[in-house]
């Protein structure tokens, strides 16, 4: 199995940053997309930023040109660098791993979550 500890999140203030982890562990073979997504309360969950293997990014386009996002494929760690941080931002942040995953003599295709870290951004 594949298990994700997130950490960062926190309370901030409007215009403030913050920068998100995302740590993957476990029978790892190998990892494409690497991702953050949130939910605010009432709504559903939708895409943050994700960012492939060979390096390529999307972003929502609520958070261009504010958010980045890159990974550390050493350490199979995700990072999403948030600045300039607006109200709207609040929500629950979840980071997303997908990838190839050893079981026995296979390798098996895998999307893993995370448990969820509170961004809160209030004056």
């Known amino acids: 199995q594949v298990q994700l500890v997130e950490s960062g999140g926190g309370l901030v203030q409007p215009g403030g940053s913050l920068r998100l982890s995302c740590a993957a562990s476990g029978s790892i073979f190998s990892i494409n997309t690497m991702g953050w997504y949130r939910q605010a309360p009432g709504k559903q969950r939708e895409l943050v930023a994700k960012?492939?293997?060979?390096?390529?990014?999307d972003f929502a386009d609520s958070v261009k040109g504010r958010f980045t996002i890159s990974r550390d494929n050493a350490k199979n760690t995700v990072y999403l660098q948030m600045s300039s941080l607006k109200p709207e931002d609040t929500a629950v942040y979840y980071c997303?791993?997908?990838?190839?995953?050893?079981?026995?003599?296979?390798?098996?295709?895998?999307?893993?979550w995370g448990q969820g870290t509170q961004v809160t951004v209030s004056s």
């Open positions: 997303n791993v997908a990838g190839l995953r050893r079981a026995w003599d296979l390798k098996l295709p895998f999307s893993s």
């Open positions: 960012v492939t293997s060979g390096g390529s990014t």
